[in-house]
T-cell receptor, first 116, second 113 residues
Framework: NAGVTQTPKFRILKIGQSMTLQCTQD?????MYWYRQDPGMGLKLIYY???????DKGEVPNGYNVSRSTTEDFPLRLELAAPSQTSVYFC???????????????FGPGTRLLVL | GENVEQHPSTLSVQEGDSAVIKCTYS??????FPWYKQELGKRPQLIID?????GEKKDQRIAVTLNKTAKHFSLHITETQPEDSAVYFC????????????FGTGTRLTIIP
């Protein structure tokens, strides 16, 4: 199992550009999450999904959109990049089923985004 | 919504000594409390977690304690080693439904050889 994978690893965007951050998990997890981590700070939840076709806002959703058409993939879309979106973005997944350890979140390696 | 506060923000201890990191949470309905370790430039990784029906949990040199009445929980690392140097995050969630985690702001632990 590759676990949670993210692409790209690093990207520089100009203000106003758009991009999609890709996230894929091969653990058949029901739940998936997107976080951002600003330098020296904790993780803040952007969006999450409890299953294919179901998404909901987290703490800091403004400027982002998500979709979940399959169990495996949970892309994050930035429509009009702003300097405030410079951050490291982590995708995570958890089993989310009635099993032991269902709450444990497994993180991807992150995408470092710089908006200039 | 849930609010998690974490202290201290930085902590330096001599190798071999113990380290303690404390967190408080606001939502009394929270019942799942994980701790993540993040090394520089790496992803967060779960090191230990505790559920509200348990007061303490140990895994080798790492332990977590939970006081539901006071709404705080702590991470204890004994016999610290250089590889324990990292940023540690506590988190809290309500373990039914969507398992959303609210994270603390992190503690940068430095082990002094």
């Amino acid at each position: 199992n590759a676990g949670v994978t993210q692409t790209p690893k690093f990207r520089i965007l100009k203000i106003g550009q758009s991009m999609t951050l890709q996230c894929t998990q091969d653990m058949n997890h029901n739940y998936m999450y997107w976080y951002r981590q600003d330098p020296g700070m904790g993780l803040k939840l952007i969006y999450y999904s409890v299953g294919a076709g179901i998404t909901d806002k987290g703490e800091v959703p403004n400027g982002y959109n998500v979709s979940r058409s399959t169990t495996e993939d949970f892309p994050l879309r930035l429509e009009l990049a702003a300097p405030s979106q410079t951050s490291v973005y982590f995708c995570a997944s958890s089993p989310g089923a009635r099993t032991s350890g269902k709450e444990t979140q497994y993180f991807g390696p992150g995408t470092r985004l710089l908006v200039l | 919504g849930e609010n998690v506060e974490q202290h201290p923000s930085t902590l330096s201890v001599q190798e071999g000594d113990s380290a303690v990191i404390k967190c408080t949470y606001s939502d009394s309905a929270s019942n799942y409390f994980p701790w993540y370790k993040q090394e520089l430039g790496k992803r967060p990784q779960l090191i230990i977690d505790i559920r509200s029906n348990v007061g303490e949990k140990k895994d080798q040199r790492i332990a977590v304690t939970l006081n539901k009445t006071a709404k705080h929980f702590s991470l204890h690392i004994t016999e610290t080693q250089p590889e324990d140097s990292a940023v540690y995050f506590c988190a809290a969630s309500i373990s039914f439904g969507n398992e959303k985690l609210t994270f603390g702001t992190g503690t940068r632990l430095t082990i002094i050889p």
